[in-house]
């Protein structure tokens, strides 16, 4: 029975250990910054593996929220990266921003 038990939860769970995933790399075209997000505009960018938005494969925006633990740092990043012209890639996992329809951005390669 315990080992059912087990087998079931880990089922249930194993659905959010798949969640997120890379994005492509490519350049910052826009932020857009607002109270409650930032939101990262890029043409170039391709991945949303949590299908944020019913889009799966090319949104358009991918977004940073100010309650995330590494705001700052993120924030500071995309700037950074916009700035130089630098070419970017995300780890994303869930959604955000505006209407919680974009990736949300949880760790950023800058290249």
């Given at each position: 029975?315990?080992?059912?038990?087990?087998?079931?939860?880990?089922?249930?769970?194993?659905?959010q250990?798949?969640?997120?995933?890379?994005?492509?790399?490519?350049?910052?075209?826009?932020?857009?910054?607002?109270?409650y997000?930032?939101?990262?505009?890029s043409?170039?960018i391709?991945?949303?593996?949590?299908?944020?938005?019913?889009?799966?494969?090319?949104?358009s925006?991918?977004?940073?929220?100010?309650?995330?633990?590494?705001?700052?740092?993120?924030h500071?990043?995309?700037?950074?990266a916009?700035?130089?012209?630098?070419?970017?890639?995300?780890?994303?996992?869930?959604?955000?921003g505006?209407?919680?329809?974009?990736?949300?951005?949880?760790?950023?390669?800058?290249?």
């Open positions: 029975m315990k080992k059912l038990i087990m087998s079931a939860c880990a089922l249930l769970l194993s659905g250990v798949l969640a997120g995933g890379n994005t492509t790399q490519g350049e910052i075209d826009t932020l857009y910054v607002n109270n997000w930032t939101q990262v505009h043409s170039s391709t991945g949303n593996p949590d299908s944020c938005g019913g889009n799966t494969s090319t949104p925006y991918y977004a940073i929220v100010p309650t995330h633990p590494n705001y700052e740092a993120l500071s990043t995309l700037l950074a916009k700035f130089a012209g630098k070419r970017v890639k995300f780890y994303v996992s869930g959604c955000s505006q209407n919680n329809q974009y990736p949300r951005i949880t760790s950023i390669w800058v290249y």
